[in-house]
């Protein structure tokens, strides 16, 4: 008997309706001739809590810290022990072994790790698969490779999930007893993410608290030319007092050269015209996704997730959705007429889009040497009907196939102008943007564009029509939103002072992974250290106080980054997970000797945060049960580490 051992049920169904064998359902598995197919659903086994390892670490005391394993142990999560049973069951009974996680380091831990605790010590085989349509499934079944070729990705993905028990456990453990010295009875969580991107949160808002607002001035003027009309603006020199940009820091000069403009005769001293070619868009990682679903329908990193989710196991409508990546493969290409064509005919704005596009041309989104252990988000070929959907659902499915389908329109091209001119002496500029050839543009927006520039030529007069002092003021950063934020993880080396390391950052994959970056949003929201104030992420009291009192480099980027860079040369085979773990067990003592409760103490008496909306009288009791909740959750979490 052959076994497969799927990440979720809803492949296991997949694999079963791919085999040529009728189906039929077992308690806990699926039968398919002499194949049967069991699953897990998510992790199986965790972490064992400090006190599997000694009782006494069942009472939290700063004099254990660090809390070290010397022999992992794994524990099977709460309701899992009867699907365990089911398979221990059937690997007794198989003559081979398939292992069919999902495509990433956490679907490579999490089978592996229940198929090796469970006994099986025979060959295993790996099946990859990243759409559930039957015909990809079958194709799937038919490239069975060797899963000791991913013994290497198996390691990082152990290591990634002991250093953050490690940090985890023990950080949260001495900064909730620190916290209780100073006075505060929570659970004070810390991660190796969550922790830095509270931290990008927490400085946000403290630079919007501090940005102090200064005034500066613009002059414009509307100028006659030859063919036309249009407005320049007035670009003040020194001696006049400028800022680090550029921007006039008094009125005076403004107003002096506005009364000497009206009928002022000037030329054009310089034009500056160029033609630009820009490509679609290319298809969507789930990050990506995310910041533009954040931005166009205001959806939450996780629902959107979810949604992606539920399109991908239920309807199986979109390939594979937890990718980094934003390449599809060369040999899609053939077949995405037919792929997008099936897709989006029943829905009549994506069937305009199909309309228009030319399936001979081919963009660089088809690369498969950009393609790794996934592809770019991507319409499966089964027919989108959006009444069998939630709007958002809808929403997010046309997203994916746009960005698919505008790979086959052709380049936005433009022609860039800017022109100088010379009037009683002084540089006044204007640019604009003529569109050529508007291409993929039109799927992506329906605003008008700004009118382009009157046709000029260098040496033209310019006559003043009219002039104008503009009084504006420097504006503070705005705060985290969902999409901002999940752009800041993807692009974390932008919030590092570090040349080196920022150089380092640039070719890693950010903070947090695709699949993580919306659950450690949530994981903040939830332990009350952020809330969402209208769109906004906004760091709460306890949130800044812990940040306040921790290590600065416990929460700022560059630590977990850098993890994510190590974990990343251990899949490929050119690190040594152990010695990763050795390096962060020396972090761990060299953090924990910072621990201080007067730090702490005055973090906690420092004003300032957001504070959650209160729940009104009626609702008190449901509240309190669900902070009850939260609260057993918090505790539990912390003691088996998080990120």
């Not at 040529?20 to 992790?43: F, M, N």
């Not at 949604?307 to 196991?313: F, P």
Request: with cysteine; net charge positive; charged share 25%.
């Amino acid at each position: 008997m052959r076994l497969i051992v799927a990440e979720k049920p809803s492949l296991a169904r997949a694999i079963a309706d791919a085999l040529p064998a009728k189906t039929q359902r077992q308690d806990g598995y699926l039968e398919c001739g002499e194949t049967c197919i069991s699953w897990c659903v998510g992790h199986l086994l965790e972490q064992a809590p400090p006190d599997a390892y000694d009782a006494r670490y069942q009472q939290w005391r700063l004099d254990d810290l660090p809390i070290v394993p010397q022999q992992w142990q794994l524990i099977p999560r709460a309701k899992a022990r009867a699907q365990l049973a089911v398979i221990r069951k059937l690997l007794k009974r198989a003559d081979s072994v398939v292992h069919a996680g999902d495509p990433d380091r956490e679907g490579q831990l999490l089978v592996q790790q229940v198929i090796e605790r469970l006994g099986w010590r025979g060959p295993m085989a790996r099946l990859l698969i990243s759409d559930l349509n039957r015909p990809a499934v079958q194709q799937a079944l038919q490239r069975l490779e060797d899963n000791a070729r991913y013994q290497s990705l198996f390691e990082a993905a152990e290591a990634r999930s002991r250093a953050d028990w490690l940090y985890g456990i023990n950080l949260s453990r001495a900064w909730t007893l620190t916290g209780r010295q100073a006075g505060y009875s929570g659970v004070l969580s810390v991660g190796r993410v969550q922790t830095p991107v509270l931290g990008l949160i927490v400085r946000r808002d403290l630079e919007i608290e501090g940005f102090v607002s200064r005034p500066f001035y613009t002059l414009w003027a509307d100028l006659g030319v030859e063919h036309g009309t249009l407005r320049a603006w007035w670009q003040p020199q020194p001696p006049h007092p400028l800022d680090d940009q550029g921007r006039l820091l008094a009125r005076e000069p403004a107003e002096a050269l506005a009364s000497r403009l009206p009928t002022a005769e000037g030329h054009l001293s310089a034009l500056q015209s160029k033609k630009k070619s820009q490509s679609a868009p290319l298809p969507y990682s789930l990050s990506a996704l995310q910041v533009d679903a954040a931005r166009r329908y205001k959806l939450p990193a996780k629902r959107v997730l979810d949604i992606c989710q539920t399109l991908y196991e239920r309807h199986q409508l979109i390939t594979y959705p937890r990718s980094d990546c934003r390449y599809l493969p060369e040999g899609h290409f053939a077949a995405a007429r037919q792929t997008l064509s099936t897709a989006c005919a029943n829905d009549d704005t994506l069937a305009g889009w199909l309309r228009g596009a030319d399936f001979s041309r081919r963009s660089r989104a088809w690369n498969d040497k950009q393609v790794g252990a996934h592809h770019a988000l991507a319409p499966t070929g089964r027919p989108f009907d959006a009444a069998r959907l939630s709007n958002d659902e809808a929403n997010v499915f046309r997203l994916i196939a746009r960005n698919v389908l505008a790979q086959f329109y052709p380049p936005l091209e433009t022609r860039d102008v800017k022109a100088e001119f010379s009037i009683l002496g002084e540089r006044f500029r204007a640019q604009g943007q003529e569109v050529l050839v508007r291409g993929w543009k039109p799927l992506f927006t329906t605003r008008d564009e700004a009118p382009a520039l009157p046709a000029l030529r260098e040496g033209e007069t310019a006559r003043v029509q009219a002039c104008a002092v503009e009084d504006r003021q420097t504006r503070p950063p705005e705060p985290f939103s969902d999409a901002s934020l999940i752009k800041a993880m993807m692009n974390i080396a932008r919030y590092v002072d570090d040349d080196a390391v920022r150089r380092t950052l640039r070719d890693t994959d950010g903070l947090g992974t695709e699949a993580t970056r919306a659950g450690i949003l949530e994981t903040l929201i939830t332990r009350g250290y952020v809330i969402r104030q209208q769109g906004a992420l906004r760091a709460t009291r306890t949130g800044r106080a812990l940040i306040q009192a921790l290590p600065d480099t416990a929460t700022r980027p560059e630590r977990t980054a850098l993890w994510e860079q190590r974990l990343a040369e251990i899949a490929e085979g050119n690190a040594d997970a152990t010695a990763f773990l050795d390096t962060l067990v020396g972090d761990v003592h060299q953090l924990l000797s910072q621990a201080d409760a007067e730090r702490m103490r005055q973090a906690l008496a420092t004003p300032g945060g957001a504070e959650p909306s209160r729940p009104t009288r009626g609702k008190s009791n449901t509240a309190r049960r669900r902070t009850k909740k939260r609260t057993s959750s918090r505790k539990s979490t912390t003691k088996k580490g998080d990120t």
